[in-house]
């Protein structure tokens, strides 16, 4: 069965610094993978997405993410914070046998001034 | 504006009551998934339906029910709500022919007492 688990329940970076936010996900073909934002009192929408070709994906907001399948990895990058980056944060790959998301536990993102 | 509406945004509940969460898209999607958000469990998939007239279990079905008249309405119904079905509801749909793009509604707030 496929996984996701994302690496910290909570990240905290100042305004202006990098934003990394991990995500290792289990598979036995090549995977379809989803971030998606959440923030607060809000529903989940789509960050970004990756399901073939390129290897980095550009999102919404700065955010990017890579596919590394070496590494069985899909890490969201943002090169510089900004305060309105605050928000849960979460991964997910696509079920093979029924094309349900299998979803991470999510991070939250912190920024401190 | 288009999107999915949820009702109630909030509601407490006395244990042993039956309550039902609305759900109404007007994007025309196929697929639509409930799912319940506990802290530090991330979205877990209650139930969900690919198309109107069928429905699905998913992760935690027990305690729960849905139906699926139309393609716009998607209900979920507690028959007798316990305290452990105390969680953060929120409905989805599904782009059609879309990879794994959900469109998220605002959530329901239940509290069960």
């Known amino acids: 069965a496929q996984s996701v688990t994302q690496l910290g329940s909570h990240v905290s970076v100042s305004e202006g610094a990098l934003v990394l936010l991990r995500c290792n996900y289990s598979s036995s073909v090549p995977p379809y993978l989803f971030w998606y934002v959440q923030y607060p009192n809000q529903g989940l929408q789509l960050l970004l997405k990756y399901t073939t070709g390129a290897t980095l994906v550009k999102g919404i907001n700065g955010f990017e993410a890579e596919f590394k399948k070496s590494e069985t990895s899909f890490h969201l990058t943002k090169p510089s914070a900004h305060m309105s980056d605050a928000a849960e944060y979460f991964c997910a790959v696509r079920e093979d046998s029924n094309y349900q998301l299998i979803w991470g536990a999510g991070t939250k993102l912190i920024i401190k001034p | 504006i288009a999107g999915i509406t949820q009702a109630p945004t909030s509601q407490i509940l006395a244990a042993g009551r039956r309550m039902t969460l609305r759900c109404t898209q007007d994007?025309?999607?196929?697929?639509m998934y409930w799912y319940r958000q506990d802290l530090g469990l991330g979205l877990r998939l209650i139930h969900y339906?690919?198309?109107?007239?069928?429905?699905g279990k998913g992760e935690v079905p027990d305690g729960y029910s849905v139906s699926r008249a139309n393609t716009d309405d998607f209900p979920l119904t507690l028959a007798s709500a316990v305290p452990s079905q105390t969680s953060v509801y929120f409905c989805?749909?599904?782009?059609?022919?879309?990879?794994?793009?959900?469109?998220f509604g605002e959530g329901s707030r239940l509290t069960v007492l």
């Open positions: 339906s690919n198309t109107a007239g069928t429905t």
């Open positions: 989805a749909s599904k782009i059609n022919g879309a990879a794994g793009e959900l469109f």
């Open positions: 994007m025309r999607h196929n697929a």
